[in-house]
């Protein structure tokens, strides 16, 4: 695309850590939101990815925050979290410590080369020892900025909303300092679908995050081997957006199927090509899957 089509986006930042050390609850305290209350055993079984507009000092900046889940179960999220993003905020409770899923995210993290702002939460409960927190943390290469290291600790809570403007500034800063966030907004759109669903009313419906480019209502797209015209495209909040801009999720509906978390997606001119890119991605399927079961039977006629 042509140079005045380069445009500033939004940093995607990514919330990863060990189950219920408050993930959800400090999104939810960033984004005047209640989400983490409605989950199901107060666990987070998806990615949940929002945008919004924060404010520091007057100044407003949107901000494209991806939820993980902490469960161990839920390791692939993690990695395409960690993937997809330009920051991770590692949530680590501080009277808990830091925990097998805190180790495996900030592996994903480094592996990923993302920077990492760490979030010690939880601070306002008896028992807190966030000088802890940054001791473990050395270990694994997270050297505090007040011990002569580079990684930005932050104490928070949640709860009382304490260090939250402190985290914000963390974010900016380290989106400022260390990241390119230009994205051509003219070229043809690009992303990665963040979650596939079948929805009752709707049909299939992927969020999807822009990656580049930008998507609108209309567009025939083709994501993973699923394609479609994009019937609506929606927000968090399931307002119809005409357009979605680069750092944008986004829930498209249109979809003939289902396409996989992590899938990547691409526009192109006709329903006719979406198709033909969607059906020759799922004769490859096929045959990957009938080889790798002839291979199976082939071994089972060795017993
Ligand atoms: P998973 O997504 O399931 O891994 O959990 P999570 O990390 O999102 O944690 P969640 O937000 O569900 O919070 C877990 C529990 O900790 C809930 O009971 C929250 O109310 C509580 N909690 C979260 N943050 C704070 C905090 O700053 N202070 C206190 N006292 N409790 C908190
Ligand atoms: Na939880
Ligand atoms: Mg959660």
Partial sequence: GAEEDWDIRPPVVTVMGHVDHGKTKLLDALRHANVAAKEAG???QHIGAYQIVTELEGN???VTFIDTPGHESFTAMRARGAKVTDIVVLVVAADDGVMPQTVEALNHAQAAEVPIVVAVNKIDKEGANPAKIRQQLTEYGLVAEEYGGDTMFVDVSATTRQGLDDLLSAILLTAD???????????????????????K??????????QRGTLRQGDSIVAGDAYG???SLLDEHGNKLKEALPARPVQVVGLTSVPRAGDTFLVVEEDRIARQIADRRQARIRNAQNASMRKRISLEDLD
Avoid: Y
């Avoid at 300092?177 to 929805?199: H, M, T, Y």
């Avoid at 009313?201 to 822009?210: D, E, N, W, Y």
């Fill in 229 to 231: 015209r994009v019937r």
């Fill in 201 to 210: 009313g709707r049909g299939p419906v992927a969020t999807v995050l822009v």
């Fill in 42 to 44: 107060g666990i987070t």
């Fill in 177 to 199: 300092a260390s990241l390119d966030l230009r994205a051509n907004i003219g070229q043809d759109p690009q992303g990665v679908v963040i979650e596939g669903k079948l929805d």
């Fill in 60 to 62: 407003e900046r949107p």
